[in-house]
């Protein structure tokens, strides 16, 4: 049996956690990506697409779902999250299970799952391990207020919908400054040879 270590990596919007599972990538890491598995939903997965279009029906299109049209539906409709949240996350598990069983199928020794909402949908409960990415509040803002299309507006909903940097940093078992590259970089460097050097079954 491989003794697959499953780390999950989360963080506030803003605060680093795609550049830092970048990172993960580039010492030859398996990373699974929450965004883009929706994306990938949103797109080409015609049963997700469909259920979707009962509960949206102007959010879907020739290309599948609009994932700008249905923000702005779930900014008007609070009512619509858990309605999408019922459709998207067992097919979301689905598609992340399969990842994890072809790291197992591969004998890696370390797989990280990159989930915003970790501690949110209570993921933390079989994860091995995780670690949380943080910077302090102005960077995050700036980064977030950078990125095209996005509205204070948005940036407070989807801050309202996370849970506060502080709490997921009380609950992490690794965390990781991002404000340079160069030290969130040795830092990934350093937890991965932490997770991949350890005794089997210590």
Known sequence: MCDLYVLGLTGSIGMGKS?????????????????????????THVDTINEIAVIAPVAVGADGVSREILRNLLQADDTLFSKLEKIVHPAIRMHRDAFLDRCRDLKLQLAVVDIPLLFETQADKWLDG???VTTDPETQQSRVMARKGMTKQAFDMILSKQLPDTEKRARADFIIETKTLDYARSEVHSLI???TDKPKNA
Do not use: P, Q
Not at 28 to 38: E, M
């Open 19 to 43: 550049t830092t599972a970048e990172m993960f990538r580039d010492e030859g890491i398996a990373v699974w990506d929450a965004d883009a598995a929706v994306h990938e939903l949103y797109t």
């Open 193 to 195: 040879k932490k997770l």
């Open 130 to 132: 995780i670690l949380v």
